[in-house]
């Protein structure tokens, strides 16, 4: 059974800003993980007429329900939902458990023409610069965006085989989602690069698109036009369309004089000069004698009536719209990417890369969708001649009645379908008809198998397709698809209607959506299956003891003392560490901590025997970690001190130096310490910013300075504040020397011995996504702890940060590139994240995420599904924390409950993450 069903609500003209009827398809759940969403509510939804249905919104117009799903950050369904939700328990009259409910809502029927279906591109009219073009074959913005949010985590990417308009690639990049695309069709390519690369620019810089822009409209008069047209050279068009009236010769001066206005007064300017053209083009077939309905033809007598042609208003009109709708788009956008005109050939270096594909195909249907743009596509150049129509044909999906070629033989035949294409045979007055049926599912069979190889395992393809109707012969369009889709390897999950229709003779047809995933590859010896069995065990009896609670690793100073090398709010204990490495690393294997902090997982493992690896993105985190992994004897660390010593002696600080002491959260940095301690600091912060680590040496002396930074004992160089977090100073200020003290840290530090087995780690300072530029060798066991939800690094570490060369523009902008702000906004962030461990990790190996969670948000959940399709979940081990110590720190934050997720390389069925082992204590 689906686990949602479809309902489209109708919105009148009056209730559209732009006084055009539309109407929105959105996804009701049929049960809810959300409690809030009972069944009774959903019921009550169901049994909503359309009027009901905005009324019980308060009438909105369908724009602004647009506008606020966008700046939540949401789906449209979700903000329907949630609109109702407060109107249904205001509501206290309606007796919902007497309302019956099917999976399938009533659907509108749609008797506005053969091609125009429910779930289309007249929905995308009024939504911003999805209705920059009127693409009559394009399909649904609000379906596509709805699609990307479905599950409530978006894919990191997202492919269209069939590009069209733009409308997928789009939505995705207002999502932060990266899309790529196919097209043939050369000039919807433009207008899909020109909605998505051209309005980003233009956001971006908005001075210079109003500066231009309104030089153009300044242009766009009657008066200047005629003037402009009357230098226009027409022969190129009429060669073009030798003996067609497509135009009065008036109309069509004013349209090409607008198009070379663009180019000569954006010249300068790519971006701002595809807008204008889009805009000219956009109106080129509304200047002209011409109609695009299924078909471009030419307007009938009763179609003149009203009709007045208008270029420069037409066109000014576009442009202010399009100035409007850009300045509403986000700041970022993702980028998109064509990669193939044709989608059944999609290049090899995208084999196993996207995570979603969402498309409409070509309907069977007789259109002939390069035709339908034969205007545009001489107007801004991309033919010569109408000729050159079929070369396009040639190489698209035969959808349409000009795409079939009697010549071609090497189509594959499929017995569903020589079923229907028989019928036709026998009865069909044109015998191309059976032929364009067999060809199209022979082609969209090579379509299928291409998407197929560019999903990742466990990508999610939606296809939105209609069925069809020759000569009274019903083609199944949808049935036969998914079980060819099925032949090709795809899973079929579900199979909705979208919206029901009419054929010519008013016979009943439907829009549909099919959802497949790609499966995962399953081969599992019996060897491995016991393999499995026996980590389970070991996790079950792990879980049921939790040995790092017994004594002595119970204890809050537990370890090595180099783990205290440096204080850092928010590290993993080491007795964890520890017992993780004794218990899933095997002797003498190799453990990587991808989000290393201050080493805490790789220093363990060196103590342990075992090959260990620490990356962190902060400056601070990573010199510490690099410190302890690698530690210098005391002799090196005395020599290293000395050379540092040494450079001091030669800086020279200047305004700039002092003007960064002004800096601070709590208190200015200058505020911490005595004038002469600040001068000494400020020359050794000149010095790490300009030298860096140079050598394991200096690594050590460095960290053992950023400890002695701050702290509430004699060590600390500052006035009295607190040694994790550097709280407002108080108390003298007492001159204390950098050096003298930084060596008493050292001392203490290296005074207990390494143990024999003692294996020195590697540290690495960068992103995590770049792991894989300095490093080779697979791992093991990969044990890392993500920053938990609520947590910010940046803000107490922030004056030991400082000294690793932050200043204030990093602490509001470089922070928003770690995953600690990330995740704030979505979990995405971690889609890369589990793509890299899978990289890394042996076949057999072991990834352990250290998680919490507690007050606010579902960062374990989120994390569970976010790991497929590279992982499977084996355990969730939890243990209460809310009695745990707190170090003196009165707020700890929104982490009631620690969890250690087990996963493996995915080796089974992804419904399987949801039925593993969960251990409560």
């Known amino acids: 059974m689906p686990n949602q069903v479809f309902k489209t609500i109708y919105f009148p003209r009056e209730r559209t800003r732009n006084g055009r009827s539309a109407r929105v398809?959105?996804?009701?759940?049929?049960?809810?993980?959300?409690?809030?969403?009972?069944?009774?509510?959903l019921a009550y939804i169901q049994s909503l007429s359309s009027r009901d249905f905005r009324?019980?919104?308060?009438?909105?117009?369908?724009?602004?329900?647009?506008?606020?799903?966008?700046?939540?950050?949401?789906?449209?369904?979700?903000?329907?939902?949630?609109?109702?939700?407060?109107?249904?328990?205001?509501?206290?009259?309606?007796?919902?458990?007497?309302?019956?409910?099917?999976?399938?809502?009533?659907?509108?029927?749609?008797?506005?023409?053969?091609?125009?279906?429910?779930?289309?591109?007249?929905?995308?009219?009024?939504?911003?610069?999805?209705?920059?073009?009127?693409?009559?074959?394009?399909?649904?913005?609000?379906?596509?965006?709805?699609?990307?949010l479905r599950n409530g985590l978006p894919p990191r990417t997202v492919y269209d085989p069939f590009g069209g308009a733009g409308t997928t690639q789009l939505a995705a990049s207002c999502l932060g989602i990266s899309s790529f695309y196919s097209e043939i069709n050369p000039f919807m390519c433009f207008v899909a690069e020109t909605k998505v690369k051209a309005a980003a620019w233009a956001r971006n810089n908005l001075e210079t698109l109003h500066q231009v822009t309104a030089k153009y409209l300044q242009y766009m008069t009657p008066k200047w036009l005629n003037e402009l047209g009357a230098k226009v050279d027409l022969d190129a068009f009429e060669a073009a369309f030798p003996g067609r009236d497509f135009f009065e010769e008036q109309h069509l001066r004013h349209l090409l004089a607008a198009r070379n206005l663009a180019y000569t007064l954006a010249e300068e300017v790519i971006q701002i000069q595809s807008l204008l053209l889009l805009a000219c083009a956009a109106n080129a077939v509304n200047s002209s004698n011409m109609t695009r309905r299924a078909d471009l033809r030419r307007r009938r007598p009763d179609e003149y009536k009203t009709r007045r042609v208008d270029v420069s208003a037409f066109i000014s009109q576009t442009v202010r719209r399009m100035v409007e709708d850009i300045e509403y788009l986000p700041v970022q956008m993702a980028d998109s990417i064509k990669i193939s005109a044709d989608c059944r050939k999609i290049p090899s270096e995208f084999a196993n890369s996207f995570d979603m594909a969402i498309t409409s195909p070509p309907y069977l249907n007789g259109t002939n969708y390069f035709r339908n743009t034969k205007i545009e596509l001489c107007l801004l150049g991309f033919i010569t001649s109408?000729?050159?129509?079929?070369?396009?044909?040639?190489?698209?999906?035969?959808?349409?009645?000009?795409?079939?070629?009697?010549?071609?033989?090497?189509?594959?035949?499929f017995d569903s379908v020589e079923n229907v294409a028989s019928q036709l045979d026998e009865c069909a007055k044109d015998k191309r008809i059976p032929l364009l049926v067999r060809q199209y599912f022979s082609d969209m069979q090579e379509v299928l198998s291409a998407v197929y190889r560019g999903l990742v395992p466990g990508g999610r393809f939606f296809l939105d397709i209609g069925d069809s109707k020759f000569y009274g012969v019903h083609v199944p369009t949808d049935r036969l698809l998914a079980q060819i889709a099925q032949s090709v390897g795809f899973v079929l999950e579900h199979q909705h209607v979208l919206a029901r229709r009419y054929s010519r003779d008013k016979s009943d047809l439907v829009q549909v959506e099919l959802v497949f995933h790609k499966p995962v590859q399953v081969s599992v010896s019996m060897a491995v299956t016991n393999e499995v069995k026996n980590l389970e065990s070991k996790i079950l009896n792990f879980g049921q003891h939790l040995p790092y609670k017994d004594a002595p690793y119970s204890s809050r100073n537990w370890g090595h003392n180099l783990h205290s090398l440096c204080s850092y709010q928010g590290k993993l204990k080491p007795a964890i560490a520890h017992w993780l490495i004794r218990e899933f690393v095997p002797e003498g294997g190799r453990?990587?901590?991808?989000?290393?902090?201050?080493?805490?997982?790789?220093?363990?493992?060196?103590?342990?025997?075992?090959?260990?690896?620490?990356?962190?993105?902060?400056?601070?985190a990573s010199t510490i970690a690099t410190a302890k992994v690698n530690p210098p004897s005391l002799i090196e660390a005395k020599t290293a001190l000395q050379e540092i010593e040494y450079h001091l002696a030669s800086v020279r600080l200047n305004s700039q130096d002092y003007a960064a002491a002004k800096f601070g959260l709590n208190a200015t940095v200058a505020d911490y310490y005595h004038p002469k301690t600040l001068e000494e600091i400020l020359k050794a912060r000149r010095i790490f910013i300009r030298d860096g680590l140079k050598n394991q040496p200096e690594a050590f002396i460095w960290a053992s300075l950023l400890h002695v930074l701050h702290g509430n004992r004699p060590y600390a160089l500052s006035r009295i504040s607190h040694p994790i977090t550097p709280l407002h100073p108080k108390g003298e200020s007492v001159y204390k020397s950098l050096v003298d003290k930084v060596w008493e840290r050292i001392e203490r530090a290296l005074q207990p011995p390494l143990p024999e087995i003692f294996r020195p780690g590697v540290g690495y300072y960068g992103d995590f996504r770049d792991l894989p530029n300095k490093c080779q060798e697979a791992f093991d066991t990969i044990i890392t702890s993500p920053p938990f939800l609520g947590m910010r690094f940046d803000r107490p570490n922030w004056l030991r940060l400082w000294f690793c060369g932050w200043g204030e523009s990093d602490f509001h902008k470089t922070s928003l590139s770690f995953l600690d702000r990330q995740q704030t906004k979505s979990m995405n962030c971690y889609l890369d994240f589990f793509k890299i461990c899978h990289e890394f990790l042996k076949p057999t190996g072991l990834l352990i995420l250290h998680l919490g969670s507690g007050k606010r948000g579902e960062m374990v959940s989120q994390l569970k599904?976010?790991?497929?399709?590279?992982?499977?979940?084996?355990?969730?081990?939890?243990?209460?924390?809310?009695?745990?110590?707190?170090?003196?720190?009165?707020?700890?934050?929104?982490?009631?409950?620690?969890?250690?997720?087990?996963?493996?390389?995915?080796?089974?069925?992804?419904?399987?993450?949801?039925?593993?082992?969960?251990?409560?204590?």
């Open 865 to 921: 599904k976010i790991a497929l399709p590279y992982f499977e979940l084996v355990a969730d081990v939890c243990e209460n924390v809310q009695a745990l110590e707190q170090h003196g720190i009165s707020d700890k934050g929104l982490t009631t409950t620690h969890h250690l997720l087990f996963f493996r390389p995915f080796l089974g069925n992804c419904n399987s993450l949801y039925n593993k082992t969960r251990i409560l204590f």
């Open 386 to 413: 109408e000729k050159e129509l079929s070369s396009f044909c040639k190489q698209a999906v035969a959808a349409g009645i000009n795409n079939v070629s009697r010549l071609r033989s090497n189509y594959k035949i």
């Open 591 to 620: 453990v990587l901590d991808p989000l290393g902090g201050v080493g805490t997982v790789a220093f363990e493992a060196a103590l342990m025997g075992r090959v260990s690896v620490s990356n962190d993105k902060s400056p601070l």
């Open 25 to 41: 398809t959105i996804t009701i759940p049929t049960e809810s993980s959300e409690p809030k969403f009972t069944k009774q509510f």
């Open 55 to 148: 009324l019980a919104l308060q009438d909105p117009f369908l724009e602004d329900l647009e506008r606020q799903a966008t700046t939540g950050d949401i789906s449209f369904s979700d903000t329907c939902l949630n609109g109702l939700l407060q109107h249904y328990h205001n509501c206290t009259m309606i007796d919902v458990n007497s309302l019956e409910t099917d999976i399938q809502l009533e659907l509108p029927l749609n008797y506005e023409g053969y091609c125009d279906v429910g779930v289309t591109f007249r929905e995308s009219h009024h939504q911003g610069l999805h209705g920059w073009y009127p693409y009559v074959e394009g399909f649904s913005a609000t379906y596509v965006r709805d699609t990307l």
